[in-house]
């Protein structure tokens, strides 16, 4: 299973982005796509999940009222939509695949590989 992140870029405080992430292999209903993010010399932080079958969304409080995860079962695809943007929201940003929606990354198998968001004030 391979997944990709992308659609990050630089924007300015205020702006809203989405990101995609696909993925080679199928998302089973079971399973969970997580978001997480990154800075440099900082632990990956935990962003945002959804269960795949249900739709049930979960987000860290940093983030809560202003990024909205979705996803396309379809096409295989979740999305992140980022509103209301903020400098500190600038990092590299991952999607994850899970079998439950947990803020700790050491609990999802696979990884894409990141996307760079850039906030500037």
């Known amino acids: 299973v391979q997944l990709q992140a992308f659609g990050g870029g630089l924007v300015q405080a205020g702006d809203s982005l989405r990101l995609s992430c696909d993925s080679s292999?199928?998302?089973?209903?079971?399973?969970?796509m997580g978001w997480f993010r990154q800075d440099p010399g900082k632990e990956r932080e935990f962003v945002g999940a959804i269960r795949w079958g249900r739709g049930s969304t979960y987000y860290a409080d940093s983030v809560k009222g202003r990024f909205t995860i979705s996803r396309d079962t379809a096409k295989n695809t979740g999305y992140l939509q980022m509103n209301s943007l903020k400098p500190e929201d600038t990092a590299t940003y991952y999607c994850?695949?899970?079998?439950?929606?947990?803020?700790?990354?050491?609990?999802?198998?696979?990884w894409g590989k990141g996307t760079l968001v850039t906030v500037s004030s």
């Open positions: 292999g199928r998302f089973l209903s079971s399973s969970v």
């Open positions: 994850a695949r899970g079998t439950s929606p947990d803020n700790n990354p050491g609990h999802y198998t696979y």
